[in-house]
Nanobody, 115 residues
Framework: QVQLVESGGGLVQPGGSLRVSCAAS????????MSWYRQAPGKEREVVGW???????SYAGSVKGRFTISRDNAKSTVYLQMNSLKPEDTAVYYC?????????WGQGTQVTVSS
């Protein structure tokens, strides 16, 4: 079965850094692009960025230059490195993969940016 498990969230001060992970299983990881989304309280879920099967990545304007997505195909894991964090980055972060036009989501990991 397709499974995505996020981890690595926590509390960090503004300007700090954090790396969250998404461990994937149940599908051929190397054949699929992966995405990161986030959802803040009272707001709709929004895309953070994505990474292709070739390792090319793209980002939302709000995080571009601060966040980096990478993947380790040997470990079937995608990462989101977050630098220069701001309070507005506070959200639950989710990873997603699309298989046969169906969106599969992880359970999410909470990231809180506060002083």
């Amino acid at each position: 079965q397709v499974q995505l498990v996020e981890s690595g969230g926590g509390l960090v001060q503004p300007g700090g850094s954090l790396r969250v992970s998404c461990a994937a299983s149940g599908f051929i990881f190397t054949n699929y692009a992966m995405s990161w989304y986030r959802q803040a309280p009272g707001k709709e879920r929004e895309v953070v960025g994505w990474i292709s099967t070739y390792g090319l990545s793209s980002y939302a304007g709000s995080v571009k230059g601060r966040f980096t997505i990478s993947r380790d195909n040997a470990k079937s894991t995608v990462y989101l490195q977050m630098n220069s964090l701001k309070p507005e980055d506070t959200a639950v972060y989710y990873c997603k993969v699309v298989l046969n036009e169906y969106d599969y989501w992880g359970q999410g990991t909470q990231v809180t940016v506060s002083s």
